[in-house]
């Protein structure tokens, strides 16, 4: 269903992505931020000030969005008129988020390896002095470069947001994410054994999709777990959907569920 929603919505079929996204949003309550977002956005196109309300509501009740984030995801006029309407009250919402955790603990042990992930994926700017509000500026600028057929202004951000690396340097990081990749990776056994599959780990899980498929010990622990996950009911059905997706175009340049629009 999400992924029918994100095709009507590429399609630009607002009242149908919206009414997708609602349908499973009801089925499952495990959502990305772009997914309420991307609800409250059709709202917005659709002039649903209640409905855009909520979504972006939902977005930091139950996945801790972020001001800047929620502020810049969209220019349109009725989804700021929300955003200005929801933000004063933004630390109570952001508390419900909190208060739902079942367990505050593991949630924070999944934290430090989410924040060691993205340091460690952070580090060849910090190398070479671009900040990720840079980084953010010049992805928007290249991408309204690129609609716009101006390959000129296309290039100039494009080296701002895959700058060039001195070899010793490059090797460096990729030794440090590798070794970011497996210690994290190893501690994620450790909790899911413990504790069960944590929904916000997902993101260490998708850094090892390089070997998806193959058998290693990062594999061959989560497959047969998430699978008997997947058969019990607790984890989505669709989980492995996207791995699979990316692992067809790494071997033949093409998507199957269409998770990476023109592929």
Known sequence: ??????????QEKHQEALNLYENAFAIHSDNSIGEYLNAAN????????????KWIIKAITKEKA????????SDIALYQDCVKSILPDYDNYLAQ???????????????????RDQVTRRSKEYFLGVSPEEQEEAFNKYLEATKNKDTVTAEKYKAILFPKMKEEHKIFNTEVIRYADSLNAAKLIDITKSYGWQEQAH????????????QNWVWDFFKPYIDKEIAE???????????????SIYKTGKSIYGYQPGM
């Not at 059709?42 to 309300?53: G, T, Y």
């Not at 972020?66 to 995801?73: C, D, E, G, L, P």
């Not at 009911?233 to 692992?247: N, Q």
């Open 1 to 10: 269903t999400l992924l029918n929603a994100r095709r009507a919505l590429q």
């Open 42 to 53: 059709c709202a917005a196109v659709l002039s649903n000030k209640k409905s855009c309300q």
């Open 66 to 73: 972020s001001k800047k984030y929620i502020s810049t995801f």
């Open 97 to 115: 988020f909190y208060e739902s955790l079942e367990n505050p603990m593991v949630y924070f042990k999944i934290q430090e390896l989410v924040n």
């Open 203 to 214: 993101i260490i899980l998708w850094h090892q999709r390089g070997s998806y498929g193959e």
């Open 233 to 247: 009911g607790r984890v989505r059905p669709f989980f492995w959907a996207l791995f699979e997706d990316i692992t």
